[in-house]
């Protein structure tokens, strides 16, 4: 038999949707930082070889 869900407050949402935002902003923000290091090669953690003719 289908049990109904506890109701969840409107504040509760707005702190729990916050808390998200904030991990994915520093996610991001690392994720851009790291590109731009390896697109400007400044990037120590990244080695790729290039084909010489």
């Known amino acids: 038999m289908a049990v109904p869900k506890e109701h969840t ?12 935002k ?6 991001t923000l690392k994720a851009f930082s790291l590109a731009k290091a390896i697109s400007t ?11 010489q003719k």
């Open 41 to 51: 090669g400044e990037s120590k953690r990244f080695f790729w070889y290039t084909k």
């Open 9 to 20: 407050s409107r504040s509760k949402k707005c702190i729990c949707k916050s808390i998200w």
């Open 22 to 27: 904030r991990k994915t902003y520093w996610i």
